[in-house]
């Protein structure tokens, strides 16, 4: 039997991935105890049916610092032929201890995308696609691992995902769904799956299962 997939989901501190873990697994439990940005550890949920695991979730820390980040890999790549692939600067990051403590949950985070067949990077449409949000998308895309983009908070501000679509087209990702953790639709979620079919088809039957389970109840 293969392994599960095993998707990441990472963004900025309070943007709603445990929320999204919760409603994808449907375990309420894990936002029990949990205040809005407090995930302090990445931690992983497995989704299974009939005994058989499918899809693994991996909940991250928020990233607060990327553009700190990204300076101290540029400093430490190389230039030319000699220059780090972006995984080995981040490994090489992770592995050094004079990083200061301040950036304890990006390495988490780091540390869970690292683990991950895809990176689900997860916006909050009421927030400006700017900034630090863009170099976390940046700071992601250095893993080297297939990257979605999900829309969230749609809820709240109708009509906002404009400005992150394009951000995120620009910035290489492609693979963009809406995919709302308070109003958690149908349609959305099998977009999610469809998406993640097109990344990873090697993994198909895994995401026909699970939106066939969906569609029956």
């Known amino acids: 039997m293969s392994a599960p997939l095993t998707i990441a989901l990472a963004g900025h501190a309070s943007v709603g991935k445990t929320s999204l873990v919760s409603a994808l697994t449907r ?8 205040s809005a940005g407090t995930t302090r550890a990445h931690y992983s949920k497995t989704f299974a ?3 058989v695991q499918l899809l693994t979730f991996v909940d991250t820390p928020g990233f607060e610092f990327a553009s700190r980040i990204n300076a101290w890999l ?3 790549a190389g230039e030319g032929s000699a220059r780090s692939d972006g995984r080995s600067t981040i490994e090489e990051f992770l592995a050094d201890p004079t990083v200061h403590a301040r950036h304890a949950p990006e390495r988490d985070a780091l ?3 690292l683990q ?4 689900a990077y997860v916006a909050d449409v009421v927030l400006p696609p700017e ?3 863009v170099q976390e998308v940046r700071l992601l895309r250095r893993a080297g691992v297939p990257m979605i983009g999900i ?3 749609l809820h709240a501000q109708e009509g906002a995902t404009a400005r992150w679509v394009e951000m995120l087209r620009r910035e290489g990702i492609d693979a963009i769904v809406q995919l709302d953790a308070l ?3 149908a349609a959305q979620e099998r977009g999610f799956y469809e998406a993640l079919r097109v990344l990873r088809p090697e993994h198909a039957a895994a995401f026909a299962r699970v939106s066939g389970l969906r569609a029956e109840r």
């Open 27 to 34: 375990d309420a439990s894990l936002l029990l105890g949990e």
């Open 74 to 76: 540029d400093a430490r």
């Open 111 to 113: 540390r869970g995308v």
């Open 183 to 185: 109003r958690f639709r």
């Open 151 to 153: 829309l969230n908070n």
């Open 116 to 119: 991950a067949d895809v990176i």
């Open 131 to 133: 900034g630090q949000l």
């Open 49 to 51: 049916i009939d005994g």
